[in-house]
């Protein structure tokens, strides 16, 4: 079974950092892109960031230059360097992986890790 695992969520004040952590696993999974998407309450979720395995990022313009997202290929594991956080910036952050199985497309989703940022 092919999935993903989020950690590092957690109450920051504005100007303040945080990192999370999305590890991939599965058999004979190949992950091509991982990214970051966040919902925050009453919001659609909306896109991040997201890095395939050439590491050539893509941000949304919100966060460009605040956010950096990086990969360890070795083990199927992304992760998100939040810097100078904003209360806009709360929300829950899912960590999504595309690949293939074989030769099946397979798209998983994590279950979420909640980043709240107030004063």
């Known amino acids: 079974q092919v999935q993903v695992v989020e950690s590092g969520g957690g109450l920051v004040q504005p100007g303040e950092s945080l990192r999370l952590s999305c590890a991939g696993s599965?058999?004979?999974?190949?992950?091509?892109?991982m990214g970051w998407y966040r919902q925050a309450p009453g919001h659609q979720r909306e896109f991040v960031a997201s890095?395939?395995?050439?590491?050539?990022?893509a941000y949304a313009p919100s966060v460009k230059g605040r956010f950096t997202i990086s990969r360890d290929n070795t083990k199927n594991t992304i992760f998100l360097q939040m810097n100078n956080l904003k209360p806009e910036d709360t929300a829950v952050y899912y960590c999504?992986?595309?690949?293939?199985?074989?030769?099946?497309?397979?798209?998983?989703w994590g279950q979420g890790t909640l980043v709240s940022v107030s004063s």
């Open positions: 599965g058999r004979d999974f190949r992950f091509v892109v």
């Open positions: 890095i395939p395995e050439s590491h050539l990022a």
């Open positions: 999504s992986a595309d690949g293939f199985q074989g030769s099946k497309y397979v798209e998983v």
